[in-house]
Structures are given as C-alpha cells and as structure tokens.
C-alpha cells in the first residue's frame, strides 16, 4: 500500500509544453506540500494545501497552478515549460492533530526532464 | 526570510566512525527540526526529530542535540555503516506556518 503516491514517476517534455503531475496520499492527512529538488539536490517548498485550502504559496512562477479537489489529492499543472523546470517534483503529506510541525510523508518524487 | 544552513555539504568517514552535520536556523521562532534521510533515487524519510522543549534525543545510532540560544542544532551518528550513505537534510519549521525550510543537505559517504 502506498502511502503518498505520484504520477507519473517520469516526464520528458519539449520546452513550451504544458504537463501536469498527480499525487494522492491514503494516510487521512489534511495537509499536502509540493516540493521541488533540483540538481544540487536543495529541497524547496512550493506550495501547501490545508483541507483543500491554499496556505502556503512560495514565489514560484504562475505558469505553476496546484489544485487541490480533495484533501486526498494535491496535482500540480505547469504551463510552458522552460529548461530551468527541470527537477524532481516532491509531493508530501503531513498528519493531522499536530499542528504545522509533524512529519512530512513524501512521495516517490516525479522527474521532469525539459528538452 | 528563514533560513537553515547546513554543514557540510560532503561528508566521508571510515565504516564505524562518527559523522557529526550541523544546522544553523535563523527564526528563532521554530520550534521542530526534523532531519530527513535520503537515498540515491528514493524519497526523503525522517530519521529523528526534535522539539524546542528537550536538548538531545537519541535513538540507537542515532542522535541530535539542540542549541535554542545559539540556534544550532546537530546530527550525530555513530558506528556508521555503508548503508547510511546518503544525503541528509535538516530541517526547523516555524508552529502554526506548516513550512519546513530544509538545509542544503549533507552528502555522506561511508567508506567499507
């Protein structure tokens, strides 16, 4: 069973490309997160979903649109894509009852490759 | 804005030595530092935590020790192995923000 899962897993896409990446998570979190980790590996948050409600929004370019229908799933939609999107894309859940500090449950991660 | 440092960004020791990597936070606000494991292709997966309230926390291998006035904060491992080669990240989140600012990472390499 998989706790927070992603798809798809891989994307290799031409430059000014629109795509679109999934996540679910099975563990009853209310909170989900994007993160992006570049080639140097730093980890950097994207946005947060609260019960389906935006509550973090870092400055990340609007070609970059999350949508949250439930608070099961989090996607995230990027429009004309440029060389620099090229990361892997972490999506992570966090529990419920423990306020914003309790353990971040991540995704596989899904890697964006742009041509 | 908030900030974590992380050193050092590589770290190699011999199999059964100790790895120490440090953390610098800059809101001393937070109040949760968590510390995440990562290895190559896989997902990051916590390994310890600590809140504000206790100064060391220990778990076999393992420990992390808190400096709330000097807002440091460490990772000790000790009698490495070669499956804890890998990147690990720090992390101290602010309550009531649901935002973890993470490290840069350490790269550690366990050398057989």
């Known amino acids: 069973d998989t706790a927070v899962s992603q798809t798809p897993k891989y994307l290799v896409t031409q430059m000014g490309n629109d795509k679109s990446i999934k996540c679910e998570q099975n563990?009853?979190?209310?909170?989900m997160y994007w993160y992006k980790q570049d080639s140097k590996k730093f980890l950097k948050i994207m946005f947060s979903?609260?019960?389906?409600?935006?509550?973090i929004n870092e400055t990340v370019p609007n070609r970059f649109s999350p949508k949250s229908p439930d608070k099961a799933h989090l996607n995230l939609h990027i429009n004309s894509l440029e060389l620099g999107d090229s990361a892997v894309y972490f999506c992570?859940?966090?529990?419920?009852?423990?306020?914003?500090?309790?353990?971040?449950?991540f995704g596989e991660g899904s890697r964006l490759t742009v041509l | 804005g908030e900030n974590v440092e992380q050193h050092p960004s590589t770290l190699s020791v011999q199999e059964g030595d100790s790895a120490v990597i440090k953390c610098t936070y800059s809101?001393?606000?937070?109040?949760?530092f968590p510390w995440y494991k990562q290895e190559l292709g896989k997902r990051p997966q916590l390994i310890i935590d600590?809140?504000?309230?206790?100064g060391e926390k220990k778990d076999q291998r393992i420990a992390v020790t808190l400096n709330k006035t000097a807002k440091h904060f460490s990772l000790h491992i000790t009698e490495t192995q070669p499956e804890d080669s890998a990147v690990y990240f720090c992390?101290?989140?602010?309550?009531?923000?649901?935002?973890?600012?993470f490290g840069t990472g350490t790269r550690l390499k366990v050398l057989a």
């Open positions: 992570a859940s966090s529990p419920p009852g423990q306020g914003s500090t309790g353990e971040l449950f």
């Open positions: 563990l009853g979190h209310d909170t």
């Open positions: 979903y609260n019960n389906k409600e935006l509550i």
């Open positions: 809101d001393s606000a937070s109040n949760y």
């Open positions: 600590i809140r504000s309230n206790v």
């Open positions: 992390a101290a989140v602010k309550p009531g923000t649901y935002k973890y600012i």
